[in-house]
């Protein structure tokens, strides 16, 4: 049955391709000063800081690690301190996770922003046509029988059992939905929230987050939640058959088992 | 009743796909990182003129950077960049308290100006309480005192076909064989002549310290503390920017940094 309209699979691969550069462009950014604050302004004078991605000196060299308010995780090798043998520097986020691959704060500043722009569009092509197609009410709204399914529904995903519809379950909902109209949002708002020019058109806007340097902390911690996200989709299209789902969102077609459309009276 | 599909090869082929397209992903995307790439150079066109243009269009004229209270300043003005000019020249101004010091506004001007650091002080003030966001993600509320930049450029009477103010440093920030590179910047008309935009001399009530751009910076709001720059003796007026240091517009901009630091 035909399952994606052409718009859903355009921007979702445009999304795949644009919040892969977001993310590994934003962790080189991190890396320029990589520590997250509550507040307004970063702390040299008092304490602030959320978290610190760093090195610091040893007993045997220098050590990687993670600073969580006061808890400490050792991270040689992958976070803090890393690179390959005899060349490890200090420095936040590995090589093989940022683009480019060593330091260079103002390249990626640019891929950031060419791709935020990107996100922006693909954002809001995506909410016309899905508002006009039907997409956004048929399949992303939850309705009463969603919620009424809600517990059965994690239910099955707990013992993986997972049906082949063309409508997605409520937990699918929740989530897009969820992606697409809290995450994304948020992580837009907190991005600008960042930006010096942003805030005298709007003083509010930081203030409303609670600071610049906590809006930064935010920008952060959606990022993890995304990251968390695609893992979970990644998982859950390999537990559904990724043959299927992924010509579902190449092509538009996608098998079921079910009679096409059967109970489906709108 | 479906069933679940979960194949074991399917999966791991699968994650191994990913993890390599994010493993190798990135070294592959290297060149981008060449000042000369085209792609880069594009991105860069794209977006900062569309950042540029929508926050002309979204900030007006006008719209005052937030202020702050003094309760809100509770550190020392975080210093960065150069914090101690090696110069000769600068130092032997320094050793002077700045006494021989003059401030000059020239290029597409009427009268061209050459201002003492007295002269500047007995001036109408701007005094400020504003936060300075670093391009590396931090930021430190501190109070800014100064003379407005468009009060001298009012003083210098501006020529029409001037479109920037590029500011020029004392500071040498390399030494190459081709000669020494020292600081400079600039901003269009546009944040010069913003109510905030001030030639500051004075910080948290004190003279301005050597770290932090003694004996005069400038600070524009709305932009990224390297468009602010410290140690500056010129102030000139011109139509492009293109023959001062690599064209960019200034030391960072030359370095691969945008040139409107508004993001």
Redesign the interface.
């Known amino acids: 049955m035909y399952r994606q309209s052409a718009w859903t699979r355009v921007t979702h691969w445009a999304w795949a391709v644009t919040l892969?550069f977001l993310l590994?462009s934003g962790l080189q950014?991190?890396n320029?000063?990589p520590?997250l604050y509550i507040g307004?302004?970063?702390?040299?004078?008092?304490d602030n800081t959320v978290l610190r991605i760093d090195a610091r000196r040893g007993a045997e060299g220098p050590v990687g690690y993670v600073r969580i308010f006061d808890r400490e995780i050792e991270t040689t090798g992958v976070l803090g301190y890393s690179g390959a043998a005899g060349r490890m520097e200090a420095r936040a986020f590995p090589?093989?996770?940022?683009?480019?691959?060593?330091r260079?704060?103002?390249?990626g500043?640019?891929?950031h922003?060419?791709f935020?722009?990107a996100l922006v569009g693909t954002l809001l092509i995506w909410l016309v046509a899905s508002s006009l197609n039907g997409h956004l009410k048929r399949d992303l709204v939850p309705r009463l029988r969603d919620w009424r399914a809600l517990p059965r529904d994690i239910w099955e995903h707990l013992s993986?059992?997972?049906?082949?519809r063309r409508k997605y379950n409520t937990l699918q909902k929740l989530s897009y939905a969820g992606v697409l109209f809290v995450l994304l949002p948020l992580m837009i708002i907190t991005g600008l929230a960042?930006?010096?020019?942003?805030?005298?058109?709007a003083?509010w806007l930081?203030?409303l987050l609670g600071g610049?340097?906590t809006a930064?902390t935010l920008h952060f911690a959606i990022m993890v939640l995304l990251l968390l996200f695609f893992v979970v989709h990644?998982l859950m299209v390999?537990?559904?058959?990724?043959?299927n789902e992924m010509r579902s969102m190449v092509t538009g077609w996608y098998k079921t088992?079910e009679p096409e459309e059967a109970e489906e009276t709108i | 009743m479906s069933h679940l599909q979960i194949s074991r090869r399917g999966f791991i082929t699968g994650a191994a796909a990913s993890s390599g397209l994010l493993l190798s992903g990135c070294d592959a995307l290297d060149g981008i990182a060449q000042r000369d790439s085209s792609v880069r150079n594009t991105m860069e066109k794209i977006a900062n003129s569309l950042s540029y243009r929508a926050q002309r269009v979204l900030l007006g004229r006008n719209a005052l950077a937030q202020e702050f209270s003094a309760a809100d300043i509770r550190q020392p003005m975080r210093p960065n960049g150069t914090t101690a000019p090696q110069n000769e020249d600068y130092l032997r101004l320094a050793a002077g308290n700045f006494a021989d010091y003059r401030l000059t506004v020239t290029g597409l001007v009427e009268r061209p100006l050459s201002l003492s650091r007295a002269q500047l002080i007995a001036m109408p003030a701007r005094t400020q309480i504003t936060r300075h966001d670093c391009v590396e993600g931090w930021s430190c509320i501190a109070k800014w005192t100064g003379v407005p930049l468009a009060t001298l450029l009012d003083q210098a009477v501006v020529k029409a076909e001037a479109r920037y103010v590029v500011f020029h440093c004392l500071d040498t920030v390399e030494r190459t064989i081709a000669g020494d590179v020292t600081y400079y910047e600039s901003v269009d008309m546009v944040d010069a002549r913003h109510p905030q935009t001030i030639l500051a001399y004075g910080l948290n009530d004190q003279a301005l310290p050597v770290e932090n751009g003694a004996p005069v910076r400038v600070r524009i709001e709305r932009q990224l503390g390297y468009k602010m720059a410290k140690y500056i003796h010129g102030v000139e007026l011109v139509a492009d920017f293109d023959r001062f240091g690599l064209g960019g517009g200034g030391y960072w901009e030359d370095r691969g940094y945008e040139w409107y630091a508004g993001v």
């Open positions: 892969f590994v950014i991190f320029a000063h520590a307004d302004q970063s702390g040299t004078a008092f090589g093989w996770a940022t683009i480019p691959s060593f260079d704060l103002g390249t500043r640019i891929i922003f060419f935020a722009w993986l059992r997972l049906h082949h960042m930006s010096p020019g942003m805030n005298a058109a003083n930081p203030e610049r340097q930064r990644i390999l537990a559904a058959g990724p043959i088992r």
